[in-house]
C-alpha cells in the first residue's frame, strides 16, 4: 500500500512553503497551522506512519519448507515372560 497523508481543509490552513535543492536532492517544507487538537493528534499520527512505512519497506512473504517429519524412537516392547 502506498503510504499518504490525509489534510483537513476545515481545520488545517497553509500557512507557507517552500523546496530547497541540492544536488539531485529536493525537499518541500510546508507549514499548517492546525485548529483542531484532535485533527492534529490524527496528522501527526499519519506521518508517523508515513515515515515507519519509508523506513521499513514491505517484503514480499518468502515461503518455507515444512521441517521433514520427526520419527518417534520407542523402546522395543518388553516381554513378560
Not at 490525509?6 to 488545517?12: K, L, M, Q, S, V
Not at 518541500?28 to 499520527?45: C, F, H, M
Amino acid at each position: 500500500m502506498r503510504a499518504h497523508i490525509f489534510i483537513d481543509a476545515e481545520t488545517a490552513r497553509l500557512r507557507s512553503y517552500g523546496s530547497a535543492s541540492r544536488g539531485s536532492t529536493n525537499i518541500v517544507k510546508l507549514e499548517l497551522e492546525v485548529s483542531d487538537p484532535y485533527q492534529l493528534g490524527d496528522l501527526l499520527a499519519q506521518l508517523g506512519r508515513f515515515r515507519q512505512d519509508q523506513a521499513s519497506p514491505a517484503k514480499p512473504a518468502t515461503r518455507r519448507r515444512p521441517a521433514p517429519a520427526q520419527q518417534l524412537l520407542l523402546a522395543p516392547p518388553e516381554s513378560d515372560q
